[in-house]
């Protein structure tokens, strides 16, 4: 479960952090605040951090949070299936549609994006395959003992 919290949950809150505090405040999350009343709260907190934007990379700022989706979805995917094209789909779709946006899907190709998610699935199955290797391990040595 703690494996669970601190790849999924904790970077999914950190990518929507980046977003909430500091994007652009025209995304459609921010109609979902207005809708949910918790819109003050928001910009409040996103006038606390304000001052701070102009410290943080653009890269760090927009792709940073795809990033972090890309790993996130990565790993939930490697808790529940073992097949290796299952867990590779959050990459492959994501640099699909970043690639897609040259031509024919809405937004700004950008090749960061793409660096970052193919960093973010490297960093994902370098902690998948290390999970799955102590895991064995564990459960031969308690093969073992029996």
């Known amino acids: 479960m703690k494996r ?3 790849h ?3 970077t999914m809150v950190v990518g929507g952090i980046v977003y909430i505090l500091f994007r652009s405040d025209t995304l459609l999350m921010f109609r979902w605040f ?3 009343k918790i819109d003050k709260i928001i910009y409040s907190l996103r006038e606390y951090t304000f001052y701070y934007r102009k410290y943080i990379p653009e890269s760090v700022l927009f792709s940073l949070p795809d990033c972090l989706w890309v790993y996130s979805f990565t790993m939930f995917l490697s808790f529940y299936f073992k097949n290796i094209l299952l867990i590779m789909i959050p990459c492959i779709g994501s640099v ?3 690639i897609g946006q040259l ?7 950008d090749i960061m994006d793409v660096l970052y998610m193919l960093a973010a699935t490297g960093i994902a ?13 564990q459960r031969k ?3 073992q003992t029996v």
């Open 4 to 6: 669970f919290f601190l």
């Open 8 to 10: 999924v949950i904790l």
């Open 34 to 36: 207005e809708f949910l």
């Open 96 to 98: 699909l549609t970043e």
């Open 103 to 109: 031509w024919f899907v809405p937004g700004t190709f």
């Open 125 to 137: 199955l370098f902690f998948i395959y290390r999970h799955r290797n102590s895991d064995m391990k």
């Open 141 to 143: 040595l308690s093969n």
